[in-house]
């Protein structure tokens, strides 16, 4: 079939050339992006005629898909939370798993003015999530990657959540006073781990993803970091693997944090874990 003879409906036929759990899905979100269109309008014209210019360019992006690009980094886009974000190789792209992390932060703080830290923020989609939410939330994020920052601050703009501020700077070392809240998605992949070797991670930054000692090394960082920047009953959260959850409370336990509690994510999965700071516990490390 020729390009001039390319229908919508044929074109989402192709989706089959990529392996992907996602395949049908991955072929309308990059039609959508050629074609600047809801995925509503694929279902009501299945039987447009793509001009030659479109019908090129979606080619283009399916074969790079099918070499396992990422769709995100192929439409430099990625929805999160309710926002959508400019995404890049660069950073990590947004996960809906990540939601759970937003969820824990909105629902640890009543209602109120609060100082909020997000460490390690990448395309700023943990921070901004948060501050479409909460107003009344004046949040810092922080990254120690410029390009992430430069990006994080454009997603900003972008949104107009004039209550983020983005500081350059690994973890907690940019920030200034106290917190009431601070919450991160750090690497924690085991630098061994066969599935960096798989799907969309292998076009993701290996410094956002591994970390020394099975995947631990930044959590317990920042873990320790946070204790000097938290207020008294304020909230330290972390994403994590599924399989480190207990690992990760026992890292908290021992610099002293107190309420620790693990909260599961859309698959059912552990993978955030909080624990409130109380100044003069024990730390027994």
């Not at 995100?72 to 309710?82: C, D, I, N, S, V």
């Not at 990590?92 to 109120?112: C, F, N, S, Y």
């Not at 390009?147 to 949104?159: E, K, Q, T, W, Y």
């Not at 809240?181 to 991670?201: A, C």
């Amino acid at each position: 079939m020729t390009d001039q003879a390319l229908t919508i409906a044929r074109a989402l036929e192709l989706a089959q050339r990529i392996d992907s759990d996602s395949a049908r899905l991955d072929a309308e979100l990059l039609l959508c992006h050629v074609l600047s269109k809801p995925r509503s309008y694929l279902f009501t014209w299945p039987e447009r005629v793509l001009d030659p210019t479109d019908a090129a360019q979606f080619k283009a992006l399916l074969t790079r898909r099918i070499a396992g690009e990422p769709v995100a980094h192929l439409t430099g886009t990625r929805e999160f939370w309710t926002l959508q974000l400019e995404v890049s190789p660069d950073t990590l792209i947004p996960r809906p798993d990540t939601e759970t992390l937003v969820e824990a932060a909105l629902a640890a703080l009543p209602d109120g003015n609060y100082r909020v830290a997000d460490l390690g923020t990448g395309s700023g989609a943990i921070a901004l999530a948060l501050a479409s939410e909460r107003s009344g939330w004046q949040i810092y994020a922080t990254d120690r990657v410029r390009s992430a920052v430069a990006l994080a601050s454009r997603n900003r703009d972008r949104h107009q959540l004039a209550n983020v501020q983005v500081l350059e700077g690994s973890w907690c070392e940019p920030l200034e006073g106290q917190f009431d809240l601070i919450v991160s998605n750090p690497p924690y992949i085991d630098e061994k781990d066969p599935h960096l070797s798989q799907g969309d991670v292998r076009f993701e930054p290996a410094s956002a993803l591994v970390a020394p000692d099975q995947g631990l090394a930044d959590i317990r960082l920042i873990a320790s970091q946070s204790r000097d920047k938290l207020v008294k009953g304020g909230w330290l959260i972390l994403e994590h693997g599924f399989t480190q959850a207990q690992a990760v409370s026992d890292i908290l336990a021992r610099l002293g944090y107190v309420n620790i509690e693990t909260l599961h994510d859309l698959g059912g999965q552990p993978r955030v874990t909080r624990g409130c700071w109380q100044p003069g516990g024990k730390d027994k490390e």
